[in-house]
């Protein structure tokens, strides 16, 4: 099942790292689950373009692909060979030997037994494990470092890049299984959900919030002090602002490199709970009353 990672990410096989950077976050923001929900066919694409860039942005993994030592998936494409044995799906955290970071483990993780086909002599990387993790919403917008315990009793200090989205699985060179006769350890794939945010919401880099103000912010502007994913700002609120109206705050967004996303501040008018005797008086003599809404 074998698939080509330049062509799902839409590169050259010459293409520079940027390239294939820049293609991975413009192909990422179209096909996201959150911004395509429903669609399996998106869903199925984002997970085999994270699984490409995976391979490809990491120089290692891309020279020995490149070179046909191993395939799409990160296979040694000699340790199997025709006529070898099958065995059942396999369960649990453990990946095959030398499986490259896929976002899913897919159909045929497990196919071959640990014991079916033809195995070369000699030191062997060690398995892979998988693990589950749900990430922080602001860690995922900021980045951050997050303790995890390993399936050994082991804890190790986890880098969350900024701009990290539901479905990405991040990688610990070396935190498997030990490797077979000496070789080298397996790597930990983390498979990672984002969990949501009360306040925020997540537009690709974007990100959207409300902002409820008093009728006196609105019709006489001023300024106020605002909770944003990175810590707080002062908002100058313009005179005669309206709700629905949208503030955009540059690079305060999703932490993304080399360039961040925006904040979209939508400002929601909210009239006040005590008896508002006094604006009913008012708006009875207001010449404006009668003036006609755009609708």
Same mark, same amino acid.
């Given at each position: 099942?074998?698939?080509?990672?330049?062509?799902?990410?839409?590169?050259?096989?010459?293409?520079?790292?940027?390239?294939?950077?820049? =293609?991975?976050?413009?192909?990422?923001?179209?096909?996201? &689950?959150?911004?395509?929900?429903?669609?399996?066919?998106?869903?199925?694409?984002?997970?085999?373009? !994270?699984?490409?860039?995976?391979?490809?942005?990491?120089?290692?993994? $891309?020279?020995?692909?490149?070179?046909?030592?191993?395939?799409?998936?990160? #296979?040694? *494409?000699?340790?199997?060979?025709?006529?070898?044995?099958?065995?059942?799906?396999?369960?649990?955290?453990?990946?095959?030997?030398?499986?490259?970071?896929?976002?899913?483990?897919?159909?045929?993780?497990?196919? +071959?037994?640990?014991?079916?086909?033809?195995?070369?002599?000699?030191?062997?990387?060690?398995?892979?494990?998988?693990?589950?993790?749900? %990430?922080? +919403?602001?860690?995922? %917008? =900021?980045?951050? $470092?997050?303790?995890?315990?390993?399936?050994?009793?082991?804890?190790?200090?986890?880098?969350? &890049?900024?701009?990290?989205?539901?479905?990405?699985?991040?990688?610990?060179? /070396?935190? /498997?299984?030990?490797? &077979?006769?000496?070789?080298?350890?397996?790597?930990?794939?983390?498979?990672? @959900?984002?969990?949501?945010?009360?306040?925020?919401?997540?537009?690709?880099?974007?990100?959207?919030?409300?902002?409820?103000?008093?009728?006196?912010?609105?019709?006489?502007?001023?300024?106020?002090?605002?909770?944003?994913?990175?810590? *707080?700002? @002062?908002? =100058?609120?313009?005179?005669?602002? #309206? !709700?629905?109206? %949208?503030?955009?705050? $540059?690079?305060?967004?999703?932490?993304? *490199?080399?360039?961040?996303?925006?904040?979209?501040? *939508?400002?929601?008018?909210?009239?006040?709970? @005590?008896?508002?005797?006094?604006?009913?008086?008012?708006?009875?003599?207001?010449?404006? $009353?009668?003036?006609?809404?755009?609708?």
């Amino acid at each position: 099942m074998s698939w080509d990672p330049y062509a799902v990410l839409g590169v050259s096989k010459s293409a520079s790292a940027e390239e294939i950077r820049k =293609n991975y976050r413009r192909l990422a923001k179209e096909l996201h &689950p959150d911004v395509r929900p429903n669609d399996k066919s998106a869903e199925e694409r984002f997970k085999r373009v !994270s699984a490409a860039f995976q391979l490809l942005s990491d120089e290692a993994s $891309r020279a020995r692909y490149d070179r046909g030592e191993i395939d799409a998936e990160g #296979n040694e *494409r000699q340790a199997f060979h025709p006529g070898a044995g099958f065995g059942g799906f396999a369960g649990g955290a453990r990946g095959r030997p030398g499986r490259g970071p896929d976002v899913f483990e897919d159909i045929f993780d497990g196919l +071959f037994s640990r014991g079916g086909g033809a195995r070369s002599a000699g030191p062997q990387k060690g398995e892979d494990v998988r693990y589950r993790m749900e %990430v922080d +919403f602001l860690d995922a %917008v =900021n980045g951050g $470092r997050r303790r995890v315990a390993m399936s050994d009793g082991r804890s190790l200090d986890l880098a969350i &890049p900024p701009g990290l989205v539901s479905g990405q699985t991040l990688r610990l060179k /070396g935190q /498997g299984h030990p490797g &077979p006769g000496g070789g080298p350890g397996g790597d930990a794939l983390v498979e990672v @959900t984002v969990g949501s945010h009360p306040v925020f919401r997540r537009e690709g880099e974007d990100i959207r919030m409300d902002l409820r103000i008093s009728l006196a912010e609105a019709v006489e502007g001023g300024k106020v002090q605002v909770a944003i994913p990175s810590g *707080r700002v @002062t908002l =100058n609120i313009p005179e005669g602002s #309206n !709700s629905g109206d %949208v503030m955009r705050l $540059r690079g305060k967004g999703v932490q993304s *490199r080399p360039q961040a996303g925006d904040l979209l501040v *939508r400002l929601l008018i909210v009239l006040p709970e @005590t008896d508002a005797g006094e604006l009913r008086e008012f708006l009875k003599s207001w010449p404006g $009353r009668g003036a006609e809404i755009q609708r």
